[in-house]
């Protein structure tokens, strides 16, 4: 220990035994001298201060005061020492034999003779600051807690230490005193008996323990069960009414009253909690519940929107803190050593992120394959049909390793999710699992086969061969008549060849330099773009005019349903969502001008529009269809007159 420590010690003993924390130097140098050379022989590290006392004294009070433990001032009188820790160490002191102090109130600065600094000590209220501070330890600053009474009941000097339990084990022991004296045990169970009919015994029991362990007391007040928070209701309740019948109140009253109010608090808080918790752990279940159903993969905002089987959203039965860690949980730890957690995070290709059950992995599989069989059936059988209608062809009608190229980009048109499933290395790990379980894999529901994933054909159930049969069906029948059908494909594409030539060498282009004809297909391009720019956004006013109600702007509007729809809490997620709608739209919108070309944009059309994007898979899990679907048909009208 270094001397400088030395000295903070003996200042402090010096300052709790002549009752002040502010000592002058003068006078401590005076008694540390004398009572260093009166104990250096009896102990070592008091002959330090024995000789040479005042430089090593004031050497060491400026290091003190460097590190804040004092302060040092000086007025023509002379140098005095303030020590902070004076205060604390008269609260320790009070509190340090308090079984002793039972029969008397918690110690305040009229008992204890002392005068707290402003910027030492911070008043609480009972009722409401209590329990804030139960449920979150308090900050050591400032070092002193004033805990006040209500109606003239006194106050409590407290450290912040003390919340947390050893608060409540001090009123613990007065109440136990207030039930020892005047035959209060025995009273307090006759009028507590008409509130606990039938479980006499069990009355009886707790507040004999409650005289003999009354810390066990503390344990059982956590559990909050169903007898112990109405028993302390019912005491507490019945101890304040007794006493504040009174007329003269002894100090054994005020502190009974004391102990029963801070009880009140940590029971109440307690009894809080648990149900807190209880609700928490049922609403956890419901949203296991919600991941075991379809589509078994959701996005975390998906997650927030959860609700339970009344339609009372689970976020707000817990915190967002509490989901954020049981999804960390859920995804990062198993319950069986050596095996994958029971909730999965699936990447997708464009930053998704969706959370799957382990137990419904293979399931979403077939469920997504089964779903998009028929959309990359219909769009292979469509395209074929065109290409052998005009007597062409592609690689795919012939080539395995081209038709698995193309099954793939059609399904990650269709089925984004899928590809990313298919494409995680989980799956094959998951898959593994099962198969290694009790009840395996069934043969026809692998997706594996020595490590590898099985081709996409085969998981789609789709086969080249029967594939350009039931095109070859749709056909005329000279199609499927490789002599005829050659001759025709012969001549079509010479047919295609002088088309191109002709469009190459008509006079308009010749009668030009290369020049020339670019800048007047420019500014011939240009014009059109105007023309049909003024046509959209004159078809967008007219149906504008339709869709917004009086009183109402587009922005007004547009704002109005997008809370409709838009249903997330945390505000960087909804903007996200938001931003996700209104990019898809313009993509769409995009492409849609384009493909109309000259087509008239009538308001049935941008209905349309909406409704389609409306329809689409992601779209589809929105709430509020309709007013997503307004919303969308106004965002498009936004973006024609804008």
């Excluded at 190459?504 to 020049?515: A, C, D, Y």
Aim: hydrophobic share 40%.
């Amino acid at each position: 220990m270094s001397s400088g420590t030395d000295l903070y010690t003996i200042l402090r003993l010096y300052a709790n035994k002549n009752r002040t924390p502010q000592v002058s130097v003068a006078a401590f140098l005076q008694f540390l001298e004398k009572y260093a050379k009166h104990y250096e022989a009896e102990r070592a590290d008091l002959a330090y201060w024995a000789q040479d006392t005042g430089r090593k004294v004031w050497s060491e009070l400026s290091k003190l005061a460097e590190q804040g433990k004092v302060e040092l001032i000086t007025d023509e009188v002379g140098t005095v020492i303030s020590i902070h820790q004076f205060y604390i160490d008269v609260i320790q002191q009070a509190y340090r034999n308090i079984d002793e102090s039972a029969e008397l109130p918690f110690p305040d600065e009229n008992s204890l003779g002392i005068v707290l600094p402003a910027n030492q000590v911070r008043n609480i209220n009972i009722e409401y600051d209590l329990p804030n501070l139960i449920a979150q330890k308090p900050e050591e600053n400032p070092p002193i807690l004033k805990l006040v009474f209500p109606d003239n009941g006194g106050s409590a000097l407290l450290l912040p230490a003390m919340i947390q339990k050893r608060l409540l084990e001090i009123a613990l022991l007065k109440v136990r005193h207030y039930l020892r004296s005047h035959n209060n045990k025995e009273y307090m169970q006759h009028k507590l008996a008409p509130a606990f009919h039938g479980k006499e015994t069990q009355l009886r029991d707790t507040l004999n323990h409650l005289l003999v362990r009354p810390f066990d007391a503390i344990r059982d007040m956590e559990a909050s069960g169903d007898f112990i928070y109405p028993f302390w209701a019912y005491l507490c309740t019945q101890i304040k009414n007794d006493i504040k019948k009174k007329n003269d109140r002894l100090p054994e009253d005020m502190a009974a009253l004391q102990a029963v109010l801070v009880v009140e608090v940590y029971n109440n808080f307690y009894k809080g909690k648990v149900t807190r918790e209880k609700e928490a752990e049922t609403a956890f279940r419901n949203l296991e519940l919600q991941l075991d159903k379809a589509p078994y993969y959701y996005t975390i905002d998906e997650i927030i929107r959860f609700t339970d089987t009344k339609g009372v959203p689970l976020l707000g039965q817990y915190t967002q803190e509490a989901l954020e860690q049981y999804l960390k949980t859920k995804t990062t730890t198993s319950d069986v050593k050596d095996k994958l957690p029971d909730l999965l995070i699936v990447q997708g290709h464009r930053g998704e992120k969706w959370f799957v059950k382990k137990s419904k992995m293979l399931v979403l599989c077939f469920k997504l394959l089964g779903e998009v069989r028929p959309k990359v059936k219909m769009a292979i059988s469509q395209r074929w049909f065109k290409l052998m209608q005009n007597y062409e062809n592609e690689p795919a009608m012939q080539d395995e390793e081209a038709f698995e190229q193309e099954l793939w980009e059609l399904t990650e048109r269709f089925s984004p999710t899928l590809v990313a499933l298919l494409d995680d290395k989980k799956l094959y790990l998951v898959h593994t699992e099962l198969e290694k379980g009790e009840n395996g894999i069934p043969e026809h529901t692998r997706l594996f086969y020595k490590g590898t994933l099985v081709p996409l054909s085969e998981l789609l159930l789709l086969k080249q061969k029967d594939l350009l049969t039931d095109v070859k069906v749709l056909l005329p029948f000279w199609y499927s008549l490789p002599i005829i059908s050659s001759v025709i494909a012969f001549f079509k594409q010479r047919s295609r060849k002088r088309k191109k030539t002709k469009k190459s060498v008509s006079p308009s282009v010749v009668s030009e330099t290369p020049e020339e004809a670019t800048q007047a297909n420019d500014t011939q391009s240009e014009v059109k773009q105007r023309d049909r720019r003024k046509e959209l956004r004159e078809a967008a006013l007219k149906v504008k005019n339709r869709l917004i109600p009086e009183g109402h702007t587009i922005d007004s509007y547009m704002e109005e349903l997008l809370d409709r729809w838009n249903r997330i809490i945390n505000v960087d997620a909804k903007n996200n969502l938001t931003e996700d709608v209104n990019s898809l739209v313009r993509d769409y919108l995009r492409r849609t001008i384009r493909s109309l070309k000259n087509a008239p944009f009538t308001s049935d059309r941008i209905s349309n529009l909406a409704e389609a994007l409306v329809n689409t898979p992601n779209l589809q899990k929105l709430p509020a269809q309709e007013s997503l679907k307004l919303y969308i048909q106004l965002y498009i009208i936004k973006l024609l007159t804008e």
